[in-house]
């Protein structure tokens, strides 16, 4: 119904890299990548519907290009983002929601030396966050205290897209050289499987588990 929507929502960011899904919605609000310089998030309340005023819209300030976002599964308030420049900040949006554009996230570190692909929580396991980079590794960080635990290797080219088995034990990338991966973290660094079975190409793919993780499915481009 009209009365569920938010309107007037106005200079959505174009710039967004393909590996990240440009907006990111918990059950509480809307995480939407606006355009312009400083790399800017904003923030809408899903209870809070109508028409937003006209004006400057409050914004999380990253100081950096956007690579990816994503809301902490196990809170709803904290959301994660990464930079062009290898940087993981965290941001605690307040109680009430964002009224002022604020350029102070909550905490930040650096996760890798290069520009980052993107990033996605453990959907089973608390504060743990997996980042992917441009040095073609991908890390399992812990966010109580920022310290990296396992560094995945194994990628030659662009990864696209990453996803966790409704288990938590697995994941598995899809990458520009046309392979899908799957790892065990706990058990190795490199890929316990790995082979042919995704679009060849630079326009992109993405890959999820389906049917309780006993198939991958994976989506793209190709000719």
Not at 64 to 72: E, L
Not at 193 to 222: M, Q, W
Request: charged content about 20%.
């Amino acid at each position: 119904h009209k009365s569920t929507h938010i309107e007037n929502l106005r200079n959505i960011s174009r710039q967004i890299p393909s590996e990240c899904d440009v907006f990111h919605a918990n059950f509480e609000r809307v995480a939407v990548a606006m355009s312009g310089a400083g790399g800017k998030i904003a923030i809408f309340e899903l209870s809070k519907t109508g028409r937003l005023a006209d004006g400057v819209i409050p914004c999380l300030v990253n100081g950096s290009s956007i690579m990816d976002f994503q809301w902490d599964p196990f809170d709803p308030r904290t959301l994660a983002v990464a930079c062009d420049d290898g940087m993981i900040k965290l941001w605690k949006i307040p109680e009430g929601g964002l009224v002022e554009s604020t350029n102070t996230p909550t905490q930040e570190f650096p996760a890798h030396s290069e520009k980052l692909y993107f990033i996605k929580f453990h959907p089973l396991a608390k504060n743990v966050l997996l980042t992917a980079s441009y040095d073609l590794t991908m890390k399992l960080w812990d966010l109580t205290d920022l310290s990296e635990k396992i560094c995945l290797l194994g990628h030659t080219d662009q990864i696209y897209s990453f996803c966790w088995s409704p288990c938590g034990k697995f994941c598995a990338t899809v990458c520009k050289d046309g392979k899908l991966r799957i790892y065990n973290p706990r058990s190795s660094e490199q890929p316990v499987k790995e082979g042919i079975g995704a679009p060849v190409g630079s326009r992109g793919s993405r890959i999820t588990y389906a049917l309780d993780g006993e198939v991958l499915v994976v989506t793209g481009f190709d000719k």
